[in-house]
């Protein structure tokens, strides 16, 4: 099979777990990028990546770069490319659209004159021009522009990844599935250690660890943009899935998903059965203050409300109440906390043992990991 660049793309501060994926897959020739990640390989590894990564958003596969200072020449680059050897009239498409730099200030203008490209070529070519579906394309294209560099590609993925089809249901403010899975990876987890997770919410932390621990394949109940594709070989992409789900484990994990509302219980039960992953997880109606571990370790994870997403009352008493449960509560663990609110976390009061700058639905915020030693050994 002929081998050619890809690119995954993923939220900051989660390239090198995404690097690790990658390499594990078989990846060539890694290189991190800024929340991204280049690689090579053959469409084996594209489809297996699809399913496979738990860090990546989408796929990208590059097919052309030029340079353009302005629009003219973005949509005379963009329409001398072949593309009826792309796609076909009977196919919809769509372009989504990154500009960074002096040039190029509005992404959505760059994406239409794109459009406009694309189309205006069918149509000199055909008479005829493909439809645009902005939703659910059959052919999904990138533009990249940095200051004049444009790098043009075919999304392989379609819906980003971490749109896993499990989270039918969802509560105020919940985590994403690929920022839940980089965080999981980056506390080192493994199988034999339990894994608490005391204000659940949706289930995402708890589900995404049943997924990791069962060696579960995130991807396998969704479809990808790359199934449209001319050169698309379902007998391929159907023997490497039935590879993937052989290779689920049936391990004893013990996962701990807990939270205080009654309707939050039930999400994550419907969420964790879509995931297929409810015999994995241990579901309780708890408070985390009131509630005392059954473990002497462990990992601990926690996306506690915050002040931009829900009303607390005063917030630095909340995180100081976190950290004296952590305290008197949670010592031998290892506990990773993540918030947009940089000034509560100080009222943990707890030394961070790592500390990560990384982004929560579309808000700056910090990771900290804390080490519970038994005795003052945080303080």
Known sequence: MQKYEMIATTLMGLEKELSNEIEQLG???????KRAVRFFGDDKLMYTANMSLRTALRILIPIDDFKATNEDDLYHSVKSFPWENIFGLHQTFAI????????????????????????????????????????????????????SEV??????????????????????????????????????????????DPMSGSGTFSIEAALLGSNTAPGLNRTFSFQNWGEYDSLLFEKIKNELISQKKEDNLKILARDILT??????????????????????????????????????????????????????????????????KYAGFDAWMISSDKEALKYVGLRGDEKYDMNNGGLEARLVKYRLFKGKGNI
């Open 27 to 33: 990846g060539e020739n890694i290189e991190i990028l």
């Open 263 to 328: 309707q939050n219980i039930e999400i994550i039960a419907e969420n964790a059965m879509n995931a297929g992953v409810e015999d994995f997880i241990s579901l309780k109606k708890a408070d985390f203050f009131q509630t005392d571990p059954v473990d002497n370790n462990g990992i601990l994870v926690l996306n506690p409300p915050y002040g931009e997403r829900l009303k607390l009352g005063n917030i630095f008493d909340y995180y100081a109440r976190i950290g004296d449960t952590f305290k008197q």
């Open 96 to 147: 989504d659209a990154v500009t960074s730099g002096e040039y190029f200030k509005h992404s959505k203008f760059v994406a239409l004159r794109a459009k406009d490209a694309i189309a205006d070529r069918f149509r000199e070519k055909t008479g005829r021009r493909p439809n645009v579906d902005p939703i659910e394309p059959d052919i999904a294209i990138n533009l990249h522009i940095n200051v």
């Open 151 to 196: 790098s043009v590609s075919l999304d392989s993925s379609g819906v980003s990844l971490d749109k896993r089809g499990y989270r039918i249901n969802k509560t105020l403010a919940p985590i994403n599935e690929v920022l839940a899975a980089g965080i999981i990876l980056k506390s080192g987890w493994k199988s034999d250690l339990p894994f608490y």
